[in-house]
């Protein structure tokens, strides 16, 4: 499985230039994010409280140019509340994002 960690650097930087403070502070405000939405997906126990979390994370990764949480984010929209499967793969995603660094 392949993790387009470029795009997400990209849109920071198209977005803010070479201020790499600034970078680091939205990188980790997309991260705070992710993992909230994700913990909130994790915890939904009815249809729309899943399927408002993963429209959430599905336009904050859209925002950010962060492709797979984008396509992981559709898929859980399209899945039964507490998909464990579903859960894992974004789990992972947005943890590979937080491991990658330039």
Known sequence: MSFDYGALDAALTAAVGDDQPL????RA???ESAKRQ???LGRARCDANWEYAAW???GLA???SATRILQLADEAAHSAPGDPVILRKLERAVSAVEAHRD
């Open 38 to 40: 994700v913990d909130l």
């Open 23 to 26: 970078i680091a502070e939205l």
């Open 29 to 31: 405000a997309f991260l």
């Open 62 to 64: 859209a925002s950010f």
């Open 56 to 58: 959430r994370l599905k």
